[in-house]
């Protein structure tokens, strides 16, 4: 089945350090690929998107890169705050629409000052 | 605009018992999908519904099923609970035309303990 890898598990970095986060996918007839954040108690939240016709996406400090005939996508972080600390989680799209995601098992992200 | 609410929060059941959870999507979103969350699997889908029908479906048991009713709000139920499944149950909700993917809005979750 549909499977998404998400590395590393942890990731430590000092404040205005950059953090990069990679995801590798298995299903060729995935189209679209979110990033999501989840801080402790809350609910996961969209920070960023990227569909299979675009190769790169950015906003502000955090940029998203997909390389569709590898199967890899990462999430870029520069500058990173102490509230970018948080669980960070890749996703798939099983199909072509809707909510149906394939989740990576998620980045514990910590920034510290 | 409302956000997507699910209910109960919290719930507290025996093994054995079934559980029914609700949620309410974005008013006008038709997609909403169902995942379970746990320390050690992340997040895990469940199914997804889109105009009461099921699109998609993951590879839980047969105890675990859904519905989605005309106004777009849909429920999940679990039978015979097993102190596997004390996990938060999250869905999501989207919009448009269900032709692309946009983005899955999260409710705050149901928190299942089986005891």
């Known amino acids: 089945g549909e499977n998404v890898e998400q590395h590393p598990s942890t990731l430590s970095v000092q404040e205005g350090d950059s953090a990069v986060i990679k995801c590798t996918y298995s299903d060729s007839a995935s189209n679209y690929f979110p990033w999501y954040k989840q801080e402790l108690g809350k609910r996961p939240q969209l920070i960023i998107d990227?569909?299979?016709?675009?190769g790169e996406k950015k906003d502000q400090r955090i940029a998203v890169t997909l390389n569709k005939t590898a199967k890899h996508f990462s999430l870029h972080i520069t500058e990173t705050q102490p509230e970018d600390s948080a669980v960070y989680f890749c996703?798939?799209?099983?199909?072509?629409?809707?909510?149906?995601?394939?989740f990576g098992k998620g980045t514990t992200l910590s920034v510290s000052s | 605009k409302a956000g997507v609410t699910q209910t109960p929060r919290y719930l507290i059941k025996t093994r054995g018992q079934q559980v029914t959870l609700s949620c309410s999507p974005i008013s006008g979103h038709r997609s909403v999908s169902w995942y379970q969350q746990t320390p050690g699997q992340g997040l895990q889908f469940l199914f997804e519904?889109?105009?009461?029908?099921?699109?998609n479906k993951g590879n839980f048991p047969g105890r675990f099923s859904g519905r989605q009713f005309s106004n777009s709000r849909s429920e999940m139920n679990v039978s015979t609970l097993e102190l596997g499944d004390s996990a938060l149950y999250l869905c999501?909700?989207?919009?448009?035309?269900?032709?692309?993917?946009?983005?899955?809005?999260f409710g705050q979750g149901t928190r299942l303990t089986v005891v």
């Open positions: 999501a909700s989207s919009g448009g035309t269900g032709t692309s993917n946009t983005e899955a809005f």
């Open positions: 519904y889109f105009s009461e029908t099921q699109r």
């Open positions: 996703a798939a799209s099983i199909q072509k629409a809707g909510t149906a995601l394939i």
């Open positions: 990227i569909r299979s016709n675009v």
